[in-house]
């Protein structure tokens, strides 16, 4: 079983700032299998990014996917308040999550 | 708009028994692959199980901890995932997710409200 490792486990950022979110795979992982998550508190999580790269509809273009193999990489150019929110890595089974604060 | 309703939830003694629903709109069903997530209280996601289309053979693929005690079904002619759960633990305790396997490789392009199932005595 591939086992997703995401770091770090909390970044706190202002507004503005570039925030750089890491999944790490134990083998290698197609790129077709990684997507990334958004989960506000009390919500359901949301798609932000499918096969590594793509972009959900609707997500906003501050929000980017990039890597392969067994590193993958979440980047979300200019934080705003309402990206404050738990960040999910997932080939099959999830990643244990990142959460991104704003100060 | 793609919606998914879950519904069924509740508090089940352990070795219990639950069956989740989850009605879709707004896709083609009969080509959906469906997955259900579940989220323990205060913890991340877990892949629960699969079902692919009748047209990919209705397969089912389920997650170690879940598997032999959880069946997924699905009726298309109610737009219907099914969540089977039995021999329930105090483990099982989550809120679950129906998914829409948008691709075929695990990416989850729409979720449900959730329903929240308590296992306890």
Redesign the interface.
């Known amino acids: ?1 591939i086992v997703l490792t995401q770091s770090p486990g909390t970044v706190s950022l202002s507004p503005g700032e570039r925030a750089t979110l890491s999944c790490r795979a134990t083998q290698s992982v ?1 790129s ?2 990684l ?1 990334w ?1 958004q ?1 506000k508190p009390g919500q ?4 932000l990014i ?2 590594a790269s793509n972009r ?1 509809t609707g997500i906003p273009d501050r929000f980017s996917g990039s890597g392969s193999g067994t590193d993958f990489t979440l980047t979300i150019s200019r934080l705003e308040p309402e990206d404050s929110a ?1 960040y ?1 890595c ?8 990142t959460k991104v604060e704003i100060k | 708009e793609v919606q998914l309703v879950e519904s069924g939830g509740g508090l089940v003694k352990p070795g219990g028994s639950l069956r989740l629903s989850c009605v879709v709109s707004g896709l083609n069903f009969n080509d959906a692959w469906m997955s259900w ?1 579940r989220q323990a209280p205060g913890k ?4 629960v199980g699969r079902i692919k289309s009748k047209g990919s053979g209705e397969t089912t693929d389920y ?2 901890p879940v598997k032999g005690r959880f069946t997924i079904s699905r009726d298309d002619s109610k737009n219907t995932v099914y969540l089977q759960m039995n021999s329930l633990k105090t483990e099982d305790a989550a809120v679950y ?1 129906c998914t829409h396997d ?2 075929g ?10 329903t929240l199932v308590t296992v306890s005595s």
């Open positions: 079983e197609s077709n299998y997507a998550y989960q359901a999580p949301r798609l499918y096969a959900a738990m999910y997932q080939q099959q089974m999830f990643g244990q999550g | 997530v991340g996601l877990e892949w997650a170690a997710y948008g691709n490789y695990y990416n989850f392009y729409s979720w449900g409200q959730g």
